[in-house]
C-alpha cells in the first residue's frame, strides 16, 4: 500500500489509534502525523540524567534496570513491582500494581525506552505504570554493536495517552508506505543551498542511520516552512493589492495643512518619514496595510491623527478602536486637545462605547452614521450591527494583539475597502514582524520626543531580602511628598479570591504558575494601615468596576486628586498622566516582558524623571526571575522583544491566535532563522513574480494547500 500526505490516518493505523492521535495531537492525515518531529534524539548506549527530571513532567528516557523487587501490598491483596533503573550515577524506581509478569521482560540489564509522568516518593524520583519499550538483545547480536548502540531514537513529544516509542512506531510504518514528496523547493534552490530532497529529510529527521544525517533534514524542512509561510504571505499581499481603494489626498490649505501648523513642536524624524509613507499608501492604488510600532510615548497617536485628517480631507471617516474603555475615552480626550478649539469643531470627535448611557450612545451613532463625524473613537461598540458609517476611509487599530481577526474585519467591512493603520507599542524584531506581518507593510518609529526625564529600573526581591519591602513603600511616599504621583499594579484584583480574579497574563513559560500574593483588594488593605500613607490620597481601580466609574478613578488621577493608584492591569496601555513618577508592580513574576515593559511606559513621561520598582518573590536563576531581570536591565523595547520572543514563543503565525502556547511554527525559530526566513522570502517574491498563480511549482501549491486551510487563509485575508 502506498500513502500520500493527504492520506487519512484512520485508513492506515485504524480507526482507534488515529481517534487517540486526533484527540492527543489534532492529527488526521500522514502529513498531519509527519511534521509531529522528534524533540530530539537519544541512544541506546548513552543514559538520561536521572536528576534531571523535572517532577510532574511527562518525559521520554534512556536507562538500565539494575534491580527488580516484588513485595504483597499490605493494605489489599496483590503485589508491587518495584523496578529500578539508572543513569549510572542517579536512579529511579517503577511501580507496576498486580503485574509481576513484567518480571520476565524487565531483567537486571536490559536497557530500554521508559515514558511516563514523574512523580516523587520518599525523595526520590519515580515513574507509575509507565510505558517502555526494551532494546531487543538478539538484534543487538546480530548488528554490529557499536553501530547499533550509537544509532539515533527519536524522541516525540509525547502525551499520557500517546508515549514517544508508540509515535516512533506509527511514523515508522507510514514512512514504509510513503510515495515520493513532491518537493515545495524549486531544484535549483535545492542545489545551489545543498538541500535535501524532500522525501529524504520527512525519513532522515524522523529515523536517521546516524547523528549526521539530523542536521541536513532539519535544515531542509526549516526551509519548506519558511517558503511556505512566506509565499502564504506575499500571495495575500497580492490579493489586498487587487483591491481598488478610494483615495485619499490631503487638500491644500485643508484639515492637516492647518493641523501641521498649529503644532508647538516639530515632528521627530521618524514620525516624518512614518507620515511621509502613510501620505502614499493613502493616494496610493490599493488599500494601505501599515503597521506602526514604536515604543511607549513615541507619537504613534499623532501619526495616526495625521492620517485621519488627510482622510478626512476628502470627506472621508476615521474608526479607531482601543482595547479598553478606559483607552478609548483617553485617546478621545487626546485627540481632542491635539486638533484644539479651531479643528474639533469641523471634525467632531465622537466616542461610541457599550458602556455609554442608551440616549447618549444614540446621538453618537446619528452622527457617525449620517458623516457629521469624522474621526470616530470606540471600544467594541463599533463592531455592532447596530453602528454605520457614511464613509469610511480608514480603520485604526490600536494595540492589535487585543483584537482578534474576526473583529478587525468586521470593522474595515463597513467601509467600502478603506485603509487599515495598525499601531503596537509592543516592539517587534524584523524578523517577527516579516515572518507575522508580511502581509504588512511595517513602519518603525525609534526616536523619542524631546523632554523625556528617562526611567530607573530595580528589582527588589523580597524572599531574599524582605527589609526591601517596607524600603518599596518608603520611596512611594518620598514621590509624593515630592510632589508625584505613583502607581501600584497587582496581577489581581483579590488575590484571596483565587485564580479567577487575575487581571494578569498567565505566566507564559510552560508549567510555570505561581500564585498570586498580592491583589489590589490586599494592597490597599496594607497602605490604608500604613503609618506613611495616612495623608496620602490613594484609591483603586480594577476591571470589575463599573465603566463610568472607572473612567472618573482614572481622570481623577490623571488631574492630580489621587496620590497613588493600586491598579490591575486595567492602565497597561495608553493611561497618560505625565506627573506620574513610579511604577511599582507587586508580583512582577506574574506578568510577561512585553507586559512589564508597557506598565513601565505609564511613568516618565513628562519632565518628571522615573522610578520603576518590580518586586518579587521567584528565586534566583529561574525563567520567572529572568523575566524581571530582563526587564530591569534594559529600557530597549526591541531588545526585550527578543528576549520575550525566547521566553514566550511565536504564537500561531498564520492563525488569529497569538500567543506562544499555540506556536504553528514546526522547526522554524523566528530569532535563531532570521537568514533563512530572509532567504525564503526573496525565493517566494522570485518565484510569484515568475507564477503567480503557481502553476509550474505544484510540491509548493500543494505544501501551502497541507499547511495554509481554509481558516488560516480567512485569517491572513482579514489581517
Request: hydrophobic share 40%; proline share 6%; glycine share 10%.
Amino acid at each position: 500500500m502506498s500513502f500520500t500526505l493527504e492520506s487519512r490516518l484512520d485508513g492506515i493505523v485504524g480507526g482507534k489509534t488515529a481517534g487517540v492521535l486526533t484527540r492527543a495531537f489534532g492529527m488526521k492525515t500522514v502529513g498531519d502525523l509527519l511534521v509531529h518531529y522528534p524533540r530530539r534524539y537519544a541512544h541506546r548506549g548513552e543514559l538520561t540524567p536521572i536528576g534531571s527530571l523535572p517532577p510532574g513532567e511527562t518525559v521520554t528516557i534512556v536507562a538500565e534496570v539494575k534491580r527488580v523487587n516484588e513485595r504483597r501490598m499490605q493494605q489489599r491483596k496483590g503485589t508491587i513491582l518495584e523496578v529500578i533503573i539508572s543513569d549510572g550515577n542517579g536512579e529511579m524506581s517503577l511501580t507496576f500494581f498486580g503485574q509481576s509478569w513484567r518480571m520476565k521482560d524487565l531483567r537486571p540489564g536490559r536497557r530500554g525506552v521508559f515514558s511516563g509522568k514523574v512523580g516523587e516518593y520518599r525523595g526520590g524520583r519515580q515513574f507509575t505504570h509507565p510505558d517502555y519499550e526494551l532494546f531487543d538483545d538478539e538484534d543487538e547480536a546480530r548488528m554490529n554493536a557499536e553501530a547499533f548502540a550509537n544509532q539515533p531514537i527519536p524522541i516525540y513529544p509525547a502525551t499520557s495517552t500517546v508515549a514517544s516509542w508508540q509515535l516512533q512506531k506509527i511514523v515508522a510504518m507510514v514512512l514504509d508506505g510513503l510515495a515520493p514528496i513532491e518537493d515545495p523547493l524549486p531544484a535549483d534552490v535545492r542545489r545551489t543551498r545543498g538541500l535535501l530532497s524532500a522525501s529524504d529529510a520527512v525519513q532522515r529527521i524522523h529515523r536517521p542511520d546516524f547523528d549526521d544525517q539530523i542536521g541536513p533534514a532539519r535544515q531542509t524542512l526549516r526551509m519548506h516552512e519558511a517558503l511556505v509561510l512566506q509565499t502564504a504571505l506575499l500571495q495575500q499581499r497580492q490579493f489586498v493589492r487587487a483591491l481598488s481603494a478610494t483615495a485619499r489626498p490631503a487638500a491644500s490649505g485643508g484639515l492637516l495643512e492647518r493641523f501641521d501648523r498649529g503644532l508647538p513642536w516639530e515632528l521627530t524624524p521618524d514620525q516624518s518619514e512614518v507620515g511621509k509613507r502613510i501620505a502614499a499608501d493613502l493616494v496610493g492604488a490599493w488599500p494601505m496595510n501599515r503597521l506602526v510600532q514604536g515604543e511607549v510615548g513615541s507619537g504613534k497617536t499623532l501619526v495616526a491623527v495625521r492620517a485621519m485628517l488627510q482622510v478626512a480631507d476628502s470627506g472621508g471617516q476615521s474608526a479607531l478602536i482601543a482595547p479598553t474603555e478606559v483607552l478609548a475615552g483617553q485617546h478621545l480626550r487626546t485627540i481632542a486637545r491635539m486638533l484644539g478649539p479651531k479643528l474639533a469643531p469641523e471634525l467632531i470627535p465622537t466616542l461610541l462605547t457599550g458602556q455609554m448611557p442608551a440616549a447618549e450612545r444614540r446621538k453618537a451613532a446619528l452622527r457617525v452614521a449620517s458623516g457629521q463625524a469624522l474621526i470616530v473613537i470606540g471600544t467594541h461598540a463599533l463592531l455592532s450591527e447596530s453602528t454605520t458609517f457614511a464613509d469610511l476611509g480608514l480603520v485604526v487599530v490600536d494595540e492589535q494583539h487585543r483584537f482578534g481577526v474576526e473583529q478587525r474585519e468586521t470593522l474595515r467591512g463597513k467601509g467600502s475597502s478603506p485603509h487599515a493603520l495598525v499601531l503596537t507599542a509592543t516592539p517587534i524584531p524584523r524578523t517577527v514582524a516579516m515572518t507575522v506581518f508580511g502581509d504588512l507593510d511595517v513602519s518603525t518609529i525609534r526616536t523619542m520626543p524631546q523632554g523625556r526625564a528617562g526611567i530607573q529600573s530595580f528589582v527588589a526581591p523580597v524572599a531574599e531580602k524582605p527589609a526591601w519591602f517596607g524600603r518599596v513603600w518608603e520611596r512611594a511616599a518620598e514621590e509624593v511628598s515630592k510632589g508625584h504621583q505613583v502607581f501600584v499594579v497587582c496581577p489581581a484584583i483579590d488575590a484571596d479570591a483565587g485564580a479567577k480574579d487575575a487581571d494578569a497574563e498567565a505566566p507564559p513559560v510552560e508549567g510555570e504558575a505561581p500564585k498570586a500574593h498580592w491583589g489590589v483588594v490586599q494592597a490597599a488593605d496594607v497602605l490604608s494601615r500604613h503609618p506613611l500613607f495616612g495623608e496620602i490620597r490613594v484609591s483603586t481601580l480594577h476591571g470589575r468596576m463599573p465603566s463610568d466609574e472607572k473612567d472618573a478613578v482614572m481622570q481623577a488621577f490623571a488631574r492630580g486628586e489621587i496620590d497613588v493608584l493600586v491598579a490591575t492591569t486595567v492602565i497597561e496601555v495608553g493611561v497618560d498622566v505625565p506627573n506620574a513618577s513610579t511604577m511599582i508592580i507587586l508580583d512582577a513574576d506574574r506578568f510577561g516582558v512585553s507586559q512589564l515593559h508597557q506598565l513601565r511606559g505609564r511613568v516618565g513621561r513628562g519632565g518628571v524623571p522615573g522610578l520603576c520598582l518590580l518586586v518579587t518573590e521567584a528565586a534566583p536563576r529561574t525563567p520567572a526571575r529572568a523575566r524581571v531581570e530582563a526587564v530591569a536591565a534594559t529600557l530597549d523595547g526591541f531588545e526585550l522583544a527578543e528576549v520575550d520572543l525566547e521566553l514566550r514563543g511565536e504564537g500561531d503565525v498564520l492563525g488569529d491566535a497569538q500567543s506562544g502556547a499555540r506556536s504553528s511554527l514546526r522547526l522554524l525559530r523566528v530569532v535563531k532563522d532570521a537568514d533563512i526566513i530572509a532567504d525564503a522570502r526573496a525565493v517566494a517574491e522570485g518565484i510569484l513574480d515568475d507564477d503567480p498563480t503557481l502553476s509550474a511549482h505544484p510540491g509548493l501549491a500543494a505544501a501551502i494547500e497541507r499547511r495554509v486551510g481554509m481558516e488560516e487563509r480567512a485569517a491572513l485575508a482579514k489581517n
